[in-house]
C-alpha cells in the first residue's frame, strides 16, 4: 500500500509502470453449459480453477452431450464449426409437437423437405410415421411428381397428392359437435333440434336408405312438426351457407384410409382455395378424424404439417374466425399420448396460438427479424436464453437454432443440401411477366384472327 501511495504522490499512475491489460491475451471466451462425466450430464455448480486446461470437445463428446441420435436420427445438417451431423431423435423431435419459426425467405421451406427426406427414408424397423401437410401454396407439390432429369431423389411413389379443391366431406360423418364447431352462431336449442334430425337421417341410412347430404337434411328439417317455424328458417339459412362453400356430400374423398399410412408423405394442396373459412374446415375436420381414429388405434402414428399455421390457429381471434384452433389445441394438449403428432410452420409466431406454440416442446428457429416476434418466441421456447435470441436476427439462409425437448442445450447448425427436386411450377417475378405478356399477346392475336 505503502509504494502505492509513493506512485501516486509522485503523479504517475501506477497502470503506466505495470500495463497489466497489455499482458494479457485473449484466446477465446467461453461459458460452462454443464458438466459431462460417466454418461451423466449435470449442471455446473462452480467455475474451472485458474489454470485449468481447456480443450475442443471431441464429437463423440458433443454428440453425447447435445443429445443426439447419430444411430438413427433423422439428419437434418451440421452442427457450425465442428463437423458433427446434427441427427435428431424422431420421438424427441414429434413426440411433444414441433414448431419451424422465421421469417419469409428464411429457409423454413426448405429446412421442412428435408425433415419429408428424412422421414421418407425410414426403415420399418426404425419407426415410420405417416406424415400429412397443410401445403397452404403447393410448396411441396414437386415430392409428388416424378424426377425427370438431373439426379435428384425420386420420392413420387412415397407421397400422395390431393387437391384440397377435390375434398369432399360426407354429411353422415359430421358429428353435432362438429357442426357446431363450423356454426360456432347455433343456439343451444338449434343443436338439440338439428341433432334429432341427423339422428333419424343416420338411423334409416343404417336401414339400407343410403347416405345423405345437407338437400336431405334440409327437407327433414321442414318435416318436422315439432320444430318451430324460427328454428327451421334458422337452421334452413345456416346449411345453406355451409352448401354454398361446395365441400360437402354424401361421402368422403379421399377416405381417411388412404391418407394415413406409415411411411407415406400426404400433401394436401391449398393454392387454388382462397376461402379462409373452407380452409380451416378441411383442416379442423381432417385433425378431428385422425386424432379420434389414433386414439382407437386405427390409422398409424402420424404428424400433422400444418404450414401458415397462424392461419388456422389464429391467437386471439373469434370462434367464427378460427374453426381450426379448437381441435389443433386438443391435439397439442393430449396428442403425444396417443402417437399424434402436430408440427406448425409459421413466420408469424406472434399470430400464432400461445396454448399451441407452448406445447410444442421443440422449437427450429430460423432467421426473424420482428421485435414481436422475437419476444414472443423467448417467451414461449423452453431453454433459450437471451444470448441465444439475440444472435437469431443475424442467421444467414439456411442456418438455424434448434431448442427444446429434442436436444440438451440450444444448437445452432446449417440445413444440409436437400436430395428432392425443386418445385417445378415456382416462376420468378422475370418469368411469370413474360408469360403474363405472351399469353396477352396470343389472345389478341387470336381476337384478331377472328374479326
Partial sequence: VESVKEFESSGRKIFEQFPANEWEYLVAKTRPLGVYSSGLIRRSSFPPSPGTKVRIASNKTLEKFLGLDLENGLMLGEVEHHNLPVKLN??????????????????????????????????????RLAVIVMDTHGEYRS??????????????????????????????????GMISTILPGLSGPQK???AKVLERLSREMKEGLGPYDFRAVKTEIMKD?????????????????????????????????????????????????????????????????????RRQNRVAPFSMVIEEAHQFAPEGSSKDAAISRGI???????????????????????????TILSQANTHIILRVTNPYDLDH??????????????????????????????VNYPVFFKVRKKTSQ??????????????????????????????
Fill in 90 to 127: 424422431l420421438s424427441r423431435l414429434f413426440q411433444k409437437h414441433l414448431a419451424i419459426l422465421a421469417m419469409s425467405g428464411a429457409g423454413k421451406s426448405y429446412l421442412t423437405s428435408v425433415l419429408f427426406e428424412e422421414l421418407l427414408n425410414r426403415k420399418k424397423e426404425q419407426g
Fill in 143 to 176: 415430392f409428388a411428381e416424378p424426377v425427370s432429369k438431373g439426379d435428384s431423389t425420386d420420392f413420387s411413389s412415397f407421397t400422395k397428392y390431393v387437391k384440397a379443391q377435390d375434398i369432399t366431406i360426407g354429411v353422415p360423418k359430421l358429428s353435432i
Fill in 192 to 194: 338439440r333440434d338439428l
Fill in 225 to 293: 312438426e315439432e320444430m318451430k317455424e324460427a328454428t327451421k328458417q334458422a337452421l334452413t339459412g345456416w346449411i345453406m351457407s355451409l352448401e354454398s362453400l361446395g365441400l360437402f356430400g354424401k361421402t368422403d374423398t379421399p377416405s381417411i384410409s388412404d391418407l394415413i399410412r406409415p411411411g407415406q408423405l400426404t400433401i394436401i394442396d391449398f393454392s387454388d382455395i382462397i376461402d379462409m373459412k373452407k380452409k380451416q374446415i378441411i383442416v379442423a375436420y381432417f385433425a378431428r378424424k385422425l386424432f379420434s381414429e
Fill in 328 to 354: 389443433l389445441e386438443t391435439i397439442a394438449r393430449e396428442g403425444r399420448k396417443f402417437g399424434a403428432s402436430i408440427c406448425l410452420i409459421s413466420q408469424r409466431p406472434i399470430n400464432l396460438s400461445t
Fill in 377 to 406: 418466441i423467448g417467451k414461449t421456447s423452453e431453454g433459450l436464453d437471451r444470448r441465444s435470441l439475440d444472435m437469431i436476427t443475424g442467421l444467414r439462409t439456411g442456418e438455424a437454432l434448434i431448442v427444446g425437448e429434442a
Fill in 422 to 451: 425443386d418445385s417445378l411450377h415456382e416462376k420468378s417475378l422475370e418469368q411469370a411477366s413474360v408469360e403474363f405478356e405472351d399469353l396477352k399477346e396470343e389472345s389478341r392475336k387470336e381476337i384478331e384472327d377472328l374479326l
